[in-house]
C-alpha cells in the first residue's frame, strides 16, 4: 500500500485508560501531521514533525497528549488517561517537505482512528 | 474570532451548475490549502495556493494575498462533488475553516 496507513482504524476503550494510535507515513515523507475531528466539528491541528523532531508542541490539547517519532517513519499519538471529550477521529497525514511546515508540498491523509472513550 | 472563515455553510446545487466558495483569512500564511472531505471521511488535498490561481479539471481555485481571500470554484457541478469543502492555512501552525458542505443534486 502507497497511503498513509493508521491503526486501529477503530478503539473502544473506557474513560480513565491511555491510548496508543500509529501512523505509518508514505515512504520518503518526511513531514507528518497529527489532526483530531470531533463529531459535528472541524478539523484542529494537533502537532507536526519535521523528520523524528516536532518543532511545535503547542497545539497538543493537554499534557495528556504526547507524540513521539522515530527513525523518520512510523509516529505514535498517545493519549493518557483518557476523557470523555477525547473522542474524535485523529488523522495522520504525511508529505515531502517544503520550505515551511505547511508550504506547497501536498498532504497526503490517512483514513483515521475513530476513538470512542466510554 | 476564528483565523478561517468559509463561506457558505451549506451550500446546494443543481447538476451544471458553476460554484463558489469562499475562504478568508486573518493570519499570515506560507500557503493556502484546499482540502474536500467526502461522506465516508477520507480527506483529499485538492490544491495548495501561495499566489494566483490553480486550475485541475473542473476545479479553480485562486487567491488574493493582498486581502487575504481564496475562492474554490467548481464548473459544471456533479452529484459527485458532493462532499465537505475544507479551506487551511499555515505557516507555523496550520488552521482550519468550518467547512462548506456542498450537495450537488441531479
Known amino acids: 500500500g502507497a497511503g498513509v496507513s493508521q491503526s486501529p482504524s477503530n478503539k473502544v476503550t473506557e474513560k480513565g485508560k491511555d491510548v496508543e494510535l500509529r501512523c505509518d507515513p508514505i515512504s520518503g515523507h518526511t513531514a507528518l501531521y497529527w489532526y483530531r475531528q470531533s463529531l459535528g466539528q472541524g478539523l484542529e491541528f494537533l502537532i507536526y514533525?519535521?523528520?523524528?523532531?516536532?518543532?511545535?508542541k503547542s497545539g497538543l490539547p493537554s499534557d495528556r497528549f504526547s507524540a513521539e517519532r522515530t527513525g523518520g517513519s512510523v509516529s505514535t499519538l498517545t493519549i493518557q488517561r483518557t476523557q470523555q471529550e477525547d473522542s474524535a477521529v485523529y488523522l495522520c497525514?504525511?508529505?515531502?517537505?517544503?520550505?515551511?511546515?505547511?508550504?506547497?508540498?501536498?498532504?497526503?491523509f490517512g483514513d483515521g482512528t475513530r476513538l470512542s472513550i466510554l | 474570532k476564528n483565523e478561517v472563515e468559509q463561506s457558505p455553510q451549506n451550500l446546494t446545487a443543481q447538476e451544471g451548475e458553476f460554484i463558489t466558495i469562499n475562504c478568508s483569512y486573518s493570519v499570515g500564511i506560507s500557503a493556502l490549502h484546499w482540502l474536500q472531505q467526502h461522506p465516508g471521511g477520507g480527506i483529499v488535498s485538492l490544491f495548495m495556493?501561495?499566489?494566483g490561481k490553480k486550475k485541475h479539471g473542473r476545479l479553480i481555485a485562486t487567491i488574493n494575498i493582498q486581502e487575504k481571500h481564496s475562492s474554490l470554484h467548481i464548473t459544471a457541478s456533479h452529484p459527485r462533488d458532493s462532499a465537505v469543502y475544507i479551506c487551511a492555512v499555515g505557516r507555523s501552525q496550520f488552521y482550519f475553516g468550518t467547512g462548506t458542505s456542498l450537495t450537488v443534486i441531479p
Open positions: 514533525f519535521q523528520g523524528n523532531s516536532a518543532p511545535d
Open positions: 497525514a504525511s508529505s515531502l517537505v517544503g520550505p515551511s511546515p505547511f508550504s506547497n508540498q501536498p498532504q497526503h
Open positions: 495556493l501561495s499566489s
